[in-house]
C-alpha cells in the first residue's frame, strides 16, 4: 500500500472527480427560478404524494426488500415481466450497480464524449477504465463507440435522449450498434429522457432489451414523473443480469416510501401525459426562442435545450450564466461535460420559461 498510516482507497478512487450537482438558487431576495436540473415543473402526481404519506404510518418496518408493488406497477404499465425489472435508488444507483457488476480491474467500460458523468464515475469506482468515445453532431457516434471496443470491454452506455444534449439516436443506430457489438459486452441504454420523445424513429429501447441477453434500459421517476427527491429507478434487464445485481445491491435499497409513490405514479397516466403535453409545447418555444436572438440551439427531443454562446468575452456563457443568476434564473453550466461554451435549460412552468426568455433577450442585447 501507498501509506501504512492510514487507510488507503483502492486504486481508482480518488481518480474520480466529484459529482457537483448544478446550483440550486442563487443568495440574496427576489424570485429564483430554477431551470437547471431537469426537473419537472408540473411537480408529482398527486395520488404519488397521498401513497407516500400513507407509507409514513409504518415508518418502523422494513420496506419489501424485492419492491413487489413497485415492479408489479411497472411490469403492468408497460406490459413486461416483473421477474425482469430491478429497481433502484434513483437510475444512478442501477448504473452504478450494472459496472460493479460487469466493468472492474482490467476491464474498460465505454460511454460517449458528452455522455452523463455518472458512467465515468461508475467505471472508476468499480475499478474499471473508463474509454470515451467522440461523437459526431454533440450527438453519440455508434462507429467511434465499436471502434473502442476492445477485447477487455465489459460495459457500453449509451444515452438515448442524451444528457446534456438533448439528442437522439434513432434506434435503427441503437441496432446497429448492438448488432456489432460482442456477445459478452453489456449495452446500457439509459433512457432517463425517454418518456418525453415523439419522434417516431426512437423507440424506448425496452424492446431490445426484452430480446437480447445483453441489453438493458434503465429508467427514472426523476424527470416526468417528478419524484426526484424520493430517488426511484428501475431497469429492464434479462433475466440472468437482474440476478447478477439483485445480488450485490442493498437488500432494502428502496423505501418503502419510494415504493409507494412508484406505483401511484405510474398508474397516474393522465399526470404523465399532462407533464408532456407541457413538454411538448414549450420545448419549441424555448428552442425558438433563443434561436430569435441569435443564439444556436441544439435540437432537442427531451425537456431541455443546449443552448451555445460565443466564446467572447461579455457573450460568453460563463457571462450570460452570471447574468441569469443575477436575474434568479438559475440555468446548468455544462463545462464538466466539455461544453465551456453552453447552457443546459430545463423546460420548466410557463412564468419561469418567459421569464428567461425575456432575460436572455436582456443579455444578448446588453451584451452586443
Ligand atoms: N441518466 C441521465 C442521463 C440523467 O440525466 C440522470 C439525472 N441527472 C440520471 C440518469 C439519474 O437520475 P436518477 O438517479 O435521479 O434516476
Redesign the pocket.
Known amino acids: 500500500p501507498a501509506s501504512l498510516n492510514r487507510p488507503e482507497p483502492r486504486p481508482g478512487v480518488m481518480a474520480v472527480d466529484l459529482y457537483v450537482p448544478g446550483k440550486s438558487g442563487r443568495p440574496g431576495p427576489g424570485k429564483v427560478y430554477k431551470l437547471s436540473?431537469?426537473e419537472t415543473p408540473l411537480g408529482p402526481s398527486p395520488a404519488a404524494v397521498a401513497a407516500l404519506h400513507d407509507a409514513t404510518t409504518k415508518l418502523e418496518t422494513y420496506p419489501d426488500g424485492q419492491a413487489t408493488v413497485l415492479r408489479t406497477a411497472i411490469g403492468k404499465r408497460f406490459g413486461l415481466d416483473p421477474a425482469r425489472i430491478v429497481c433502484?435508488?434513483?437510475?444512478?444507483?442501477?448504473?452504478s450497480l450494472l459496472a460493479y457488476a460487469y466493468c472492474g480491474p482490467g476491464a474498460e467500460g465505454i460511454y460517449s464524449e458528452h455522455?452523463?458523468l455518472?458512467y465515468r464515475i461508475a467505471i472508476l469506482a468499480s475499478g474499471g477504465t473508463p474509454v470515451v468515445a467522440p461523437e459526431r453532431d454533440l450527438t453519440a457516434d455508434v462507429d467511434a463507440i465499436l471502434a473502442r471496443v476492445t477485447e477487455r470491454t465489459r460495459i457500453v452506455y449509451v444515452?438515448n435522449?442524451?444528457?446534456?444534449t438533448g439528442t437522439y439516436l434513432p434506434f435503427d443506430e441503437i441496432r446497429r450498434l448492438h448488432a456489432a457489438l460482442p456477445p459478452h459486452v453489456l449495452l446500457v441504454i439509459?433512457?432517463?429522457?425517454a418518456e418525453y420523445v415523439k419522434a417516431n424513429d426512437y423507440t424506448a429501447g425496452l424492446e431490445l432489451a426484452l430480446e437480447a441477453e445483453n441489453v438493458v434500459m434503465?429508467?427514472?421517476?426523476?424527470?416526468i414523473y417528478g419524484l426526484?427527491a424520493v430517488?426511484?429507478?428501475w431497469m429492464l434487464a434479462p433475466a440472468h443480469v437482474a440476478d447478477a445485481v439483485n445480488r450485490i445491491r442493498g437488500p432494502f435499497n428502496m423505501s418503502s416510501l419510494a415504493i409507494a409513490a412508484g406505483a401511484a405514479a405510474i398508474a397516474d397516466e393522465g399526470h404523465m401525459a399532462a407533464a408532456a403535453a407541457h413538454n411538448a409545447e414549450w420545448l419549441p418555444k424555448l428552442t425558438e426562442g433563443a434561436r430569435a436572438l441569435g443564439l444556436t440551439v441544439t435540437p432537442s427531443v427531451a425537456n431541455f435545450v443546449l443552448i451555445h454562446f460565443p466564446d467572447e468575452p461579455g457573450r460568453s456563457a460563463a457571462d450570460a450564466d452570471a447574468f441569469l443568476t443575477e436575474r434568479g434564473l438559475i440555468t446548468r453550466r455544462v463545462t464538466a461535460y466539455g461544453l465551456p461554451n453552453a447552457l443546459r435549460v430545463t423546460v420548466a412552468g410557463a412564468e419561469a420559461n418567459e421569464a428567461f426568455l425575456a432575460a436572455l433577450g436582456d443579455f444578448v442585447r446588453g451584451a452586443r
Open positions: 436540473s431537469n433502484g435508488a434513483g437510475s444512478d444507483e442501477l448504473l455522455g452523463f455518472v444515452t435522449p442524451n444528457n446534456p439509459d433512457g432517463a429522457y434503465t429508467r427514472t421517476f426523476s424527470k426526484a430517488r426511484i429507478g
